[in-house]
């Protein structure tokens, strides 16, 4: 199977090598959207085989569209710069065969805080549609946790991809405040008082994010704090 990767990037220095070589040997081209890094992530991704692009960021959605438009092939993978494929998905991804109908691939998100996986919470399996055919899929206008619109079939593969979404706690925190503020810009959906209520129960007790321990209840008081911010900046 012939696919090109495709990932955004600001100031990744410290792991787009490592996203990089996770899929360097299952892709003919990786190509780097990159939006003013002020460090070595272009100059590493350039070293490593990658197609550098500049542009500046105006949407994660409409980045995407746009690495997907520079890549060579029709198949595209999708591959945040905190994001590897591990080797089984890796090889799995090499052997496929994409029948008439199916338009995409679905895999799951192993989702650690620093060296903690959080397995539970609703976390895990974490599917998403991230290896698919352009002609028949694309980003829509959302612009934070970008909906991929398709057509077609979508298939589920068995490896993972692992996804170093935070350093730490303080980090996970600091972002959750980003991206719902971000988020809140654009959705037209105000999170009501009921629904921040819930969302705790569900990720610390219908979910078993409590098997986590302590990252559980941290990650599930974190994720309500978010509906909170987002209803707040809706106001």
Same mark, same amino acid.
């Given at each position: 199977?012939k696919?090109?990767?495709v990932?955004?990037?600001?100031?990744?220095a410290?792991g787009?090598? =490592?996203?990089?070589?996770s899929a360097?040997?299952?892709? =003919?081209v990786? *190509?780097?959207v990159?939006?003013?890094?002020?460090? =070595?992530?272009?100059?590493i991704?350039?070293?490593l085989?990658?197609?550098?692009? $500049?542009?500046k #960021?105006d949407?994660?959605?409409?980045?995407?569209?746009?690495g997907i438009?520079q890549a060579?092939n029709n198949?595209?993978? *999708?591959?945040?710069a905190?994001e590897? &494929?591990t080797?089984? /998905?890796?090889?799995?991804i090499t052997k496929?065969?994409p029948p008439?109908?199916v338009? %995409?691939?679905?895999?799951a998100?192993?989702n650690?805080?620093g060296d903690?996986?959080l397995?539970?919470?609703g &976390?895990y399996p974490?599917y $998403?549609?991230?290896l698919f055919?352009?002609?028949?899929?694309r980003? %829509?206008?959302?612009? *934070? $946790? =970008?909906? /991929?619109?398709?057509k077609?079939?979508i298939?589920? #593969?068995?490896?993972?991809v692992? $996804?170093l979404?935070y350093?730490?706690?303080?980090e996970?925190?600091?972002k959750v405040g980003?991206?719902a503020r &971000?988020?809140?810009?654009s959705?037209?959906?105000?999170p009501?008082r009921m629904?921040?209520?819930?969302?705790?129960?569900?990720?610390?007790?219908?979910?078993?994010g409590?098997?986590d321990g302590l990252? %559980?209840?941290?990650?599930?008081?974190? #994720?309500t704090?978010?509906?909170m911010?987002?209803?707040?900046a809706?106001?």
């Amino acid at each position: 199977m012939k696919y090109s990767v495709v990932t955004i990037a600001k100031n990744e220095a410290a792991g787009i090598a =490592e996203c990089i070589a996770s899929a360097v040997g299952a892709s =003919e081209v990786i *190509v780097v959207v990159d939006s003013a890094s002020s460090d =070595e992530t272009t100059g590493i991704a350039t070293k490593l085989g990658a197609a550098v692009f $500049h542009r500046k #960021l105006d949407g994660f959605a409409f980045q995407k569209n746009f690495g997907i438009d520079q890549a060579h092939n029709n198949w595209i993978l *999708v591959l945040d710069a905190d994001e590897r &494929l591990t080797p089984e /998905l890796a090889e799995e991804i090499t052997k496929l065969d994409p029948p008439p109908g199916v338009s %995409g691939y679905q895999m799951a998100f192993r989702n650690y805080v620093g060296d903690k996986w959080l397995r539970h919470g609703g &976390l895990y399996p974490d599917y $998403h549609i991230r290896l698919f055919n352009r002609t028949k899929a694309r980003y %829509g206008a959302r612009q *934070v $946790h =970008e909906q /991929l619109e398709y057509k077609g079939k979508i298939e589920t #593969l068995r490896g993972d991809v692992v $996804h170093l979404t935070y350093r730490d706690f303080r980090e996970y925190n600091q972002k959750v405040g980003y991206y719902a503020r &971000l988020e809140a810009q654009s959705d037209n959906q105000r999170p009501t008082r009921m629904f921040i209520a819930k969302t705790f129960y569900r990720k610390f007790a219908r979910d078993r994010g409590y098997r986590d321990g302590l990252a %559980g209840l941290m990650s599930a008081l974190l #994720l309500t704090r978010y509906q909170m911010i987002k209803r707040k900046a809706m106001s």
